[in-house]
């Protein structure tokens, strides 16, 4: 269907591929996971929301006030007042599900401990492993000298491994990136990076969440926005059971139906007042 033409705002879709599908711009699926952790959450004045963990080796900020395009910085410290060990920033136009996928992955990892959400990055070797998701979905692969780069079937997705030295101090202000992930039509993409040392099992869970093929929901006004690549299927309101039939039955004959005369309470004729008796003579005897 053209994208641009729905009379029907509310009306819930079915978007395939999930990254052409876009931003919902709320936090809470991708918070969630975090949240039930028993993490903090605080806000400042301009809205942007702040989770840490309850040792603080780990951040996640929410930025819709932030600086620029960047909707989502998670870091992670092996010592609360040192330098982040490793960055994940997700741009603003990228699905929810896909960070949804990562914060998911990053609460199972620090529940498992230290050594799943801190270490165990940046091994050129385990880092291909990384990749295994897209191509077990069929994307194409390509050894370049500086980089290995993924490509969807349809070309409007890609995922590049920087395989050459990176400055440490560069990846944490976001201008270098080990990991780069990018989908949509030209002039219209989104972005998400990771950083070197970034555990090679959350990198692995953006990219399964990149490529997973079930279609995920959005509503009318966000189909007016998708790039006419994308495949938005109109949701089918559930097919009735006999049951609901039976109870909706019910219920319209007892908003419609007006009870029998025999079922409807008798209201007794008001009684006339009965005149004034006389006095009754005396009998003489």
């Known amino acids: 269907m053209p994208h641009n033409q729905d009379p029907e ?3 819930e879709y079915h978007i395939t591929p999930c990254y052409l599908a876009g931003s919902t711009y709320t936090a809470g699926p991708a918070l969630r996971p975090l949240l039930d952790l028993g993490w903090k959450l605080t806000r400042d004045e301009l809205a942007n929301v702040y989770v840490a963990s309850p040792d603080h080796t780990v951040r996640l900020g929410y930025l819709p006030e932030g600086e620029d395009a960047t909707l989502w910085k998670i870091t992670a410290y092996s010592d609360p007042f040192a330098t982040p060990r490793w960055l994940v920033t997700f741009q603003n136009s990228t699905p929810t599900e896909i960070v949804a996928g990562f914060t998911t992955a990053l609460a199972t990892a620090y529940t498992d ?3 799943s959400y801190l270490y165990y990055g940046n091994d050129t070797l385990a880092a291909l492993d990384v990749g295994t998701p897209l191509a077990a979905a069929g994307w194409s692969h390509r050894y370049g000298t500086t980089d290995v780069s993924f490509h969807s079937p349809d070309g409007l997705a890609e995922v590049h491994l920087r395989r050459h030295r990176l400055d440490h101090h560069a990846e944490m202000t976001g201008h270098q990136e080990r990991w780069l992930m990018q989908a949509g039509p030209p002039g219209d993409r989104w972005y998400a990076t990771a950083s070197s040392f970034t555990p090679e099992g959350l990198v692995a869970a953006m990219n399964t ?3 997973d093929p079930a279609p995920v929901i959005r509503y009318g006004y966000d189909v007016r926005h998708l790039p006419p690549q994308a495949t938005a299927t ?3 309101p559930p097919v009735p059971t006999p049951l ?6 019910a ?3 007892r908003t419609t139906v ?3 005369a025999s079922a409807r309470p008798v209201i007794p004729a008001p009684r006339q007042p009965s005149a004034p008796q006389s006095s009754r003579p005396e009998h003489s005897r």
């Open 234 to 236: 109109p949701v089918k």
């Open 113 to 115: 401990g230290p050594d």
């Open 251 to 253: 219920a319209s004959a």
């Open 244 to 249: 609901d039939v039976r109870r909706a039955q």
């Open 209 to 211: 969440a990149l490529t």
């Open 9 to 11: 705002p509310w009306r």
């Open 258 to 260: 007006p009870p029998p």
